[in-house]
């Protein structure tokens, strides 16, 4: 099946830092969405991108669709203490089913 | 304004025993969908639902696995038989469904079933 690489793995970072995470593919998909997950909770939906080259903001959170179809990246500016969590990436083909997920990177902000 | 419902959220049993694991979507979807959460990993894809019918379950186990969405009710997955492997949170996750805009197919989760096998 198609595989997600999700990096960095970890990242821990100062508040106030801007952070930057990618996931790549070697397949094409049709629908780019990143996920943050808090301990004990389920995912929560982010940014939902649905075409090449497209760009979303949600606060401070960007996300970009790549051109290729194959990678997309969650941009966070200005961190908070509270963004502290693990973000996945998905990509999803042509069916509702087919999604898949990335290994997650797990966001550490020291106050 | 619910979002996707699931108990229980803490869930122990000994091995050999049945585990039931019940998912209520947004009120509105009527798609549902299965996965797997070991710790430290991404979420793997275990069957995708629509009401009284499976559509996918490629990622579900052939053995001890069995997963519904009634007419009327809650999702349920059903593990047989548990075994330790079997620890793992389940979360479902519901969407209204395939339509035109891509934007119905958006998956929402719900906060888990965490599940231990002694």
């Known amino acids: 099946g198609q595989q997600l690489n999700q990096s960095p793995q970890s990242m821990f970072i100062q508040e106030g830092e801007d952070v930057s995470m990618n996931c790549t593919s070697s397949?094409?998909?049709?629908?780019w969405l990143w996920y943050k997950q808090d301990p004990g909770e389920g995912p929560v939906l982010l940014i939902a991108l649905y075409k090449a080259g497209e760009l979303t903001s949600n606060g401070r959170l960007t996300a970009q669709f790549g051109t290729t179809r194959k990678d997309s990246f969650l941009n966070i500016s200005a961190s908070i203490p509270s963004d502290v969590g693990i973000y996945f990436c998905a990509g999803r083909g042509y069916n509702n089913n087919d999604m898949r997920f990335g290994a997650g990177t797990r966001l550490t902000v020291k106050p | 304004n619910a979002g996707v419902m699931q108990n229980p959220r803490h869930l122990v049993r000994r091995r050999g025993q049945e585990a039931r694991l019940r998912c209520s979507p947004v009120?509105?979807?009527?798609?549902v969908y299965w996965y797997r959460q070991l710790p430290e990993e991404g979420l793997k894809f275990m069957v995708y639902l629509q009401k009284e019918n499976i559509i996918d379950e490629s990622g579900m186990p052939k053995e001890r696995f069995s997963a519904e969405f009634p007419k009327e009710g809650p999702s349920i997955l059903r593990i047989q038989q548990v075994v330790r492997g079997d620890s793992a949170a389940y979360f479902c996750?519901?969407?209204?469904?395939?339509?035109?805009?891509?934007?119905?197919?958006?998956?929402?989760f719900g906060p888990g079933t965490r599940l231990t096998v002694l």
């Open positions: 009120k509105g979807h009527s798609h």
């Open positions: 397949s094409i998909f049709n629908t």
């Open positions: 996750a519901s969407s209204r469904g395939t339509g035109f805009y891509k934007s119905t197919d958006t998956q929402y």
